[in-house]
């Protein structure tokens, strides 16, 4: 499979110029359609001394709105560059509502990091986890200040369940052009032989991959990202875990903070 078309959210943030060219980027390569998305909650109504006043605010709102709309537009338009195929899709209405929606219609879904030291990227951004756990497409999360994605070392955090299963598959397209993939599992995991298939599973993709086994830690995300690092990877794929609207995330058993604080881009799959 390749991705035929790939969408990315568009808000007006400091991080979101970043995010869509590294999106156009994976467009270019895969010679993909990039859909750009952004919504605002269209305005509430007040109470008005006539019909005719009510009327006149709700049509001053919803231009102002349409005209924030048109600011990510531009922006979405000037950061995906020339020689990129893309798509505008905007409405006044919930932004994950919307994003969600969209989503339908993509191989691949590329929204921000929101974690509690990021730039709040205003009434345009979405919450990752919330988009993960409603979308059904794999989640490719960008960090700030990072406008491209090679995928040449790619970590696999592999857990054996439906999640990690479907993030393996989602990931195969960038697989094919990485110069090292390293699955990886920690503590109980690691017991299992579910490593050694993943990885030949893998190196019939054309993958050359390596399997790692590491040891129980207090905080297997943290850990995970450490190897990462020390691998010089840019790419992170796991399955994700989530409770009610994605307050925590469960990764080995131990609560990490991927969506938070990780500085390398993750896919992951719920």
């Known amino acids: 499979m390749d991705y035929a078309n790939i969408l990315v959210s568009v808000d007006l943030g400091a991080a979101a110029p970043d995010r869509v060219r590294l999106a156009a980027g994976l467009a270019r390569r895969f010679a993909a359609t990039l859909i750009g998305a952004a919504a605002h909650k269209a305005p509430v109504p007040f109470l008005a001394r006539d019909v005719y006043e009510a009327s006149q605010h709700e049509e001053r709102n919803i231009r102002q709105l349409r005209e924030i709309l048109e600011l990510a537009h531009a922006m979405f338009e000037r950061s995906a560059g020339e020689g ?52 059904g497409r794999p989640v490719l999360v960008v960090p700030p200040r990072i406008s491209q994605l090679k995928a040449a070392r790619i970590v696999v955090a592999w857990k054996d369940s439906p999640e990690a299963r479907r993030a393996v598959s989602a990931v195969l397209p960038l697989i094919r052009g990485a110069d090292e993939v390293s699955v990886v599992t920690i503590g109980a995991e690691a017991r299992h032989r579910g490593t050694e298939d993943v990885a030949r599973h893998l190196a019939r993709h054309g993958a050359p991959v390596t399997a790692h086994r590491l040891p129980a830690a207090d905080d297997d995300s943290s850990a995970i990202v450490r190897f990462a690092l020390r691998q010089d990877a840019d790419l992170v794929v796991l399955g994700a875990y989530g409770h009610s609207r994605l307050r925590e995330w469960i990764f080995g058993g131990v609560t990490g903070d991927l969506l938070d604080g990780s500085p390398i881009c993750s896919l992951m799959c719920h």
């Open 84 to 135: 990129t195929g893309t798509e505008w899709h905007a409405a006044l209405a919930d932004p994950i509502t919307h994003f969600v929606e969209e989503a339908r219609a993509a191989d691949l879904v590329v929204v921000g990091r929101r974690g509690s030291n990021d730039v709040d990227p205003g009434p345009l951004g979405v919450a990752p986890g919330s988009v993960a756990m409603e979308a």
